[in-house]
Every structure is written in C-alpha cells, then in structure tokens.
C-alpha cells in the first residue's frame, strides 16, 4: 500500500508576533486554520493529542475535529491521543462515530494512556489502577467498534448486557490505531485486540524500534492475528534550508524540554544535544529534501504504513507553522513517495 502521511499537534500554546502567549481560545482557531491548510496541501491525516495542562489548549479533541470536518474535503481526522484509560469507552466511540458520520466516514480513533497523569485526578481515577483501567477500556471500545450488540463486563465500570450504543458506524467501520510508547506488553496487546500500531517514537535512533517490529510479527503470527498497518509519531518541521528550520525551532524546543524535564527529573538539554537529535535521532527537522529523507529512511528501516509528523513544538507560532504544513504537504510527501517508489523493499 501506499504510505500515508499525516500531521499531528497538541494544541500547544504559541507566541504571538510580539512575544507574548496566545490565549487557548486563539490557539483552537488556529489549529482549525491549520488543518484547513493541511488538508489544501494534500496531507492525508491530521492527530488531535488530548491533554488537561495550561501548555496545551486541545482537551476536547473531536469537538475540534468536527469544526475541522465541516471546513475540508478529504484529510482523515483522528486523534493524538485520546486519553482512553480516564475517559468512558461508550462515550469515547459516540463522539467518534459522529465525528465518523459527519466527515462521510474520514474519522480515525488512535487510543493511547497518554504521557502524562494530569487526567486521573481531574475525572476522579486512581493512578494505582493504570494498567487495569487501559487493558478494560480498550477491551470495551474494541468491542463497540467491531459490534452493534455488545456484552461486556470488568471490574472499573459498570457492565453491558446486550446493549446497543447509537449511533452506529457506517457500513465501513472505522479504523482503530493503538499509541504505545515502547514497551513489549503494550504491543502484544495491540495485537491481540487486533487493532493498528502507532509508535510514539520521541527521540534516540527510529531503528531503536525495530525488535518492536519484530514482536509484532512474532505476536502476530502466535496468536493468528492478521498484520495490520503500522505507523510511527515523531516531531518535525520544515523550512526552506535545514539552517533556517533548525534556527527556527530550536528556542522553543529548549523552553519545552526545559518544562517538562524539571517536571520528570531530566537533565537539561543543550543545542549540541538537539543538533544531535535531527542528525541522528527522531527529531525531522530541516530543509524538504532533509525532512523527506528521513521520512523515508524510517519508514523503510521499520516497514512502517503511516508517518504522522508532530508539526507543533511549543511556543512556536502559528506564522511559523503554517508555511511548514505548506511545504510538508506539497514538497515533502510527493519526495517520500518518491524515494519508496525505487525501493524493492516497499
């Protein structure tokens, strides 16, 4: 198949020209307009991530999706992720389904546990229970996607009995990906719910990744599951030279790392560092034909079906972002295509 191509973003909070901080109202309507222009551009999929933090605005992804849906034509809508673990999974496949309906069938669930905790108190869950309220509500969710009269019962909330939850997905369902950070578990268990792996792939060398490559074809053919598309999240940004997109994106990226490594104990980072990360790592930052190779280049190594590239790096703002949706839409993609095309491996 086809390597798809999508775009994904957090809502972060951005700058406005003069400096200062955007309020998350302005930042909504900017993530609208910029979906918009993914969508001109020829991007395939544009990823909501869902947070409950004063540095994102987006906490209500498919509300945002569906303001989206009813401005664009043909990119595929979905989510970056939705929290399942502190959400109701009932609720969850309503919103989505709608948001399925309205678009004429372009919505797309990734489901994940998030990188962060700030929900589980916010919606009155216990972080004790992690691990059982995510197995659970994947569990259910699966079910409602794949069934209109599902039973099901567990031990985090309350059970069905021959239910049927409206509205239902059209004739074509919708596809299900699963975000999982790196851990073995998390991808057998993808499999075994027989859902699609999205890698998170956030920094150090892609090929890192690919022993979880390898598990989830050993996983698949242990439990006869067939192989499903496979795509990995990473961050980027493009601009006309790789001097420019580096220049461009490194203060944000130092003010981000900065935030939320004094929140997880992490060293700081220096330029050396980043500069690092973009040779050698998952950071695809630079000029087209840079950004393309790389692209490339990861989704040979790891026999990947989807690319999401994660556009939005903090207080980076939206006139910034904006030509380099542009650029990742009509110079990047085709290059990708392009240089797969004369690769006998894809």
Not at 253 to 259: E, I, N, P, Q, S
Not at 268 to 276: G, V
């Amino acid at each position: 198949m086809t390597v798809q191509l999508g775009l994904d973003t957090f809502g972060d909070i951005t700058q406005r020209p003069d400096g200062t901080l955007k309020r998350a109202d302005e930042v909504l309507r900017d993530v609208v307009e910029e979906a918009v222009v993914a969508d001109q551009a020829g991007v395939d999929f544009i990823g909501l991530g869902e947070h409950h933090r004063p540095d994102f605005a987006i906490s209500s992804p498919e509300v945002v999706l569906a303001a989206i849906a009813g401005r664009t034509q043909r990119i595929r809508l979905g989510t970056a992720v939705t929290v399942l673990s502190t959400d109701d999974p009932v609720r969850a496949f309503q919103r989505f389904s709608t948001l399925n309906a309205i678009s004429n069938g372009r919505a797309e669930a990734i489901v994940g546990r998030g990188s962060f905790t700030e929900s589980y108190p916010l919606f009155g869950f216990d972080l004790n229970t992690y691990d059982q309220l995510f197995e659970e509500r994947l569990d259910l969710f699966a079910q409602l996607v794949r069934n209109k009269v599902v039973t099901w019962s567990g031990e985090t909330r309350t059970g069905l009995d021959r239910q049927t939850v409206h509205p239902q997905l059209g004739p074509d369902g919708m596809v299900v990906w699963v975000g999982v950070g790196g851990s073995p578990e998390s991808v057998v268990r993808v499999v075994r719910q027989d859902l699609q792996l999205m890698l998170a792939i956030i920094g150090g060398d892609p090929k890192r990744f690919v022993p979880y490559m390898d598990l989830y074809h050993r996983a698949c053919a242990q439990l006869d599951r067939p192989i499903r598309p496979v795509g990995v999240h990473s961050p980027g940004f493009v601009a006309a030279t790789d001097q420019e997109a580096r220049e461009a994106v490194w203060p944000h990226y130092l003010d981000m790392f900065g935030r939320i490594g004094r929140e997880r104990g992490w060293p700081p980072t220096t330029k050396d560092r980043y500069l690092a990360e973009i040779e050698h790592g998952s950071l695809y930052i630079g000029s087209v034909e840079t950004v393309a190779r790389k692209i490339a280049a990861t989704v040979r190594d790891l026999g990947l079906q989807r690319f999401d590239l994660k556009y939005s790096t903090d207080p980076l703002p939206h006139e910034a972002m904006v030509p380099s949706i542009g650029l990742y839409g009509e110079k990047v993609i085709p290059m990708v295509r392009d240089l797969l095309s004369h690769d006998p491996r894809h």
